[in-house]
């Protein structure tokens, strides 16, 4: 008989019938004693989402997404922009697993009115996020990355060792039927020798790839020669949605297997699976890596397949995930199954061989599954984690808190906003670049309702994080006007 398969990162199976009444009333029994209710928190959050948001869209999913990223903007209007969105569709094999391309209204700042941003229904689709293509998945969709030269392409993770990547304006529309053959994707980048599922990013620097998988190695490749010119040069791509492919043809027949790329690099230094890797923001040469060895790895391909440093003991458990600051070089921020999110400044990384990060961000009460640096402010950075919230810290307000009366006195250092839309484990959320301060979150809400998930489109408000001297002044604006009203009437 098999061994049973390991339990995946971020995702639960789901319960099966049969079990059901049996878990209810042993949820019955253990509420009494409980602390509030998922329910009962998301009732709270719910009634102040038109006090602490300036926008937010909720938009049901049929099937869970493992990972949520923004595309390209396609244009600008006076009270919203429209961009496209990438999603995931992860299946029970009733219907084909898929990538799909949405169009996202993204409402401006200050334009939403507080009343109906909280007025959704929780089982609805949003009128703000409309399906506009659909590929079909060659199994499930683990990990969607954008290559920063041109979000139209897209490279996907899934339980394999291949990366595939995917040209989506020039991909056909596909209808997801049970028994619809796979979608063939543009280039498939091979190297791995075992199952690649999550670790997975795209130079900012230039057009490279780069995973890590269960043979505890990390692989880059380059795409520079097998994508056009017009794909990485601003001043040539062309519109979304204008058709023709921008990843180059090698004559195969359509109908044939995708072209293969083989790695530029093979790295080897980690002793067990590597959950996540980074590029350093100003080199496709230099990277980092972290796994369930508890180290971060930082690897720099001019010199060799051997680690430059190799960080242990980063954190007291696995590592899931890591993100370089795009504002400066030297921050590393890395999440763990510890519950906790750790900076590091490359510059010191280790104290007598053991990781030494300059601060520990601890505000979450399970593992953390995503972190990412803000595009648009250097201090600030967000984390999701499988306890259903999205926090959002800068690291300058770290030291600040205390002598603040407004600020709680639990509340953990550098935390400055606690996104608690979600009643179920968040497993990836992406800032939007082309908008400042608006963000894509998603959860798989297997655990809380037995299938599906949500993804929410938010902003919090400027109230928030803008200077407290000009909000003050604003407040006291607001103040006069509503005096001058009431004397009025």
């Given at each position: ?178 028994g619809a053959t796979n979608s063939r994707p543009d280039l498939i ?28 190695l990390v692989v880059l490749w380059s795409i520079q020669d097998h ?96 993100d370089w600051n795009p504002h400066d070089d030297n921050l590393i ?157």
């Amino acid at each position: 008989m098999d061994p049973p398969a390991p339990k995946k990162r971020g995702r639960k199976p789901k319960p099966k019938d049969d079990k059901k009444e049996d878990q209810g009333s042993r949820m019955k029994e253990a509420k009494k004693s409980q602390p509030p209710t998922v329910d009962e928190k998301y009732t709270q959050w719910k009634s102040l989402v038109p006090v602490l948001y300036d926008w937010l869209a909720n938009h049901n999913l049929v099937w869970p997404s493992l990972s949520c990223r923004w595309g390209p903007q396609l244009d600008v209007a006076t009270y919203k922009n429209r961009q496209r969105l990438y999603l995931s569709e992860q299946t029970d094999g009733s219907v084909p697993n898929t990538l799909v391309i949405a169009n996202c209204e993204v409402v401006k700042p200050r334009v939403a009115a507080a009343e109906h941003i909280s007025q959704f229904n929780e089982e609805a689709r949003s009128p703000f996020v409309k399906k506009y293509k659909t590929i079909i998945h060659p199994g499930e969709v683990n990990r969607i990355r954008e290559l920063p030269q041109n979000a139209n392409i897209v490279a996907t993770h899934t339980d394999s060792p291949d990366v595939l990547i995917w040209d989506v304006e020039a991909q056909p529309n596909r209808h997801a039927v049970l028994g619809a053959t796979n979608s063939r994707p543009d280039l498939i980048l091979t190297g791995h020798q075992d199952n690649a599922e999550f670790a997975l990013a795209m130079s900012p620097a230039e057009p490279y790839v780069l995973s890590g998988g269960k043979d505890k190695l990390v692989v880059l490749w380059s795409i520079q020669d097998h994508i056009t010119t017009s794909a990485t040069d601003p001043s040539a791509a062309k519109s979304p949605g204008s058709g023709g492919s921008i990843i180059k043809q090698d004559g195969n027949d359509k109908a044939a297997d995708a072209p293969t790329v083989g790695p530029r690099g093979v790295y080897n230094g980690h002793e067990d699976t590597v959950e996540d890797v980074a590029f350093c923001p100003s080199s496709a040469q230099e990277f980092c890596s972290v796994g369930d060895d508890s180290c971060l790895i930082l690897w720099d391909a001019r010199t060799g397949s051997g680690p430059v440093v190799k960080v242990e003991k980063a954190h007291d458990a696995d590592l899931h995930c890591v993100d370089w600051n795009p504002h400066d070089d030297n921050l590393i921020l890395t999440g763990s199954a510890d519950n906790s999110v750790h900076m590091f400044d490359r510059r010191n990384l280790t104290s007598n061989g053991v990781g030494s990060p300059i601060f520990k961000f601890e505000g979450h009460k399970a593992a953390v599954l995503c972190v990412q640096w803000s595009p648009h402010k250097s201090s600030v950075f967000g984390s999701s984690a499988e306890d259903g919230l999205l926090n959002i810290w800068d690291y300058d307000k770290v030291g600040k808190q205390s002598g603040s009366a407004s600020e709680s006195p639990s509340s953990p250092a550098g935390l400055f906003f606690q996104h608690t839309g979600h009643r179920d484990k968040v497993v990836d959320f992406h800032w939007n670049a082309s908008d400042p301060w608006t963000i894509v979150s998603v959860s798989d809400d297997c655990e809380t309702t037995g299938g599906g998930g949500t993804l929410q489109i938010w902003r919090m408000s400027d109230l928030l994080y803008r200077p407290e001297d000009e909000v003050l002044a604003e407040l006291e604006k607001f103040k006069a006007h509503v005096v001058e009203c009431a004397a009025k009437t």
